[in-house]
């Protein structure tokens, strides 16, 4: 079974204080590696995928790596509009998606 | 990206009635649909998968009798919930997947959501 496991569960920053999220997986057959935004009573906002270890994204503040075992997700200097809860998921090659519990985030001005 | 459209964003119903979820895919064809559900501080859960005029496949535990699913055009997927209880309070989300733009899968995108609250 395709488990993913993120960490910290919640996160605490000052604006301006780098950090960095982790998301742990175990899937059979991976086609893809997601990371979703979702702010409250919304539906997950797309970030990024990453397809093979090795690979890294970045789209302004936020940079996603990839190993074979787990991902980073790069928060670089944030910014109180940053605060959301991040999800990771994989994919496998049902299409399926299978998600992490994800990391709240709250970024203090 | 891909536009999706759920409907509606929020229902409060009595116990006992049902309930009728949409999602739309606006611009592309939407072969498959993922519903999820997500209750509070928790990840979303796959309920079930369905196949543009197929019945749906649903995931262990979800009861296929009080979460119908139509899935009649490429462009259109229903989730009703029947005799709502309660315990079926929770935030739906839709996931259409096809070819967008002839670019791909469009797995990236999700519905905004419903908040059903039964009483």
């Known amino acids: 079974e395709d488990q993913v496991t993120q960490s910290p569960e919640a996160l605490r920053l000052q604006e301006g204080e780098s950090s960095s999220l982790n998301c742990s997986y175990t899937v059979s057959g991976l086609r893809g590696l997601f990371w979703y935004r979702q702010d409250p009573g919304k539906g997950p906002e797309f970030l990024f995928t990453l397809y093979s270890a090795g690979e890294e994204k970045e789209k302004e503040r936020l940079k996603a790596t990839l190993t074979k075992k787990e991902s980073f997700l790069h928060i670089t200097a944030p910014k109180p509009e940053d605060s959301a809860t991040y999800l990771c998921?994989?994919?496998?090659?049902?299409?399926?998606?299978?998600f992490g519990a994800g990391t709240t985030v709250t970024v203090r001005a | 990206g891909a536009v999706v459209s759920q409907h509606p964003s929020w229902v409060i119903c009595k116990s006992g009635t049902s309930v009728k979820i949409e999602c739309r895919s606006l611009d592309f064809q939407a072969t498959t649909m993922f519903w999820y559900r997500q209750f509070p501080k928790q990840s979303l859960m796959l309920m079930a998968t369905s196949n543009e005029g197929s019945k749906a496949t649903y995931e262990q535990g979800v009861e296929k009798d009080k979460f119908l699913i139509n899935h009649a055009s490429l462009t259109l997927s229903t989730l009703t919930v029947t005799s709502a209880h309660p315990e079926d309070s929770s935030f739906y989300i839709c996931?259409?997947?096809?070819?967008?733009?002839?670019?791909?899968?469009?797995?990236?995108?999700f519905g905004q959501g419903t908040r059903l609250t039964v009483v």
């Open positions: 998921a994989v994919q496998a090659n049902d299409y399926k998606l299978s």
């Open positions: 996931r259409p997947t096809g070819v967008f733009r002839g670019r791909g899968n469009t797995e990236a995108f």
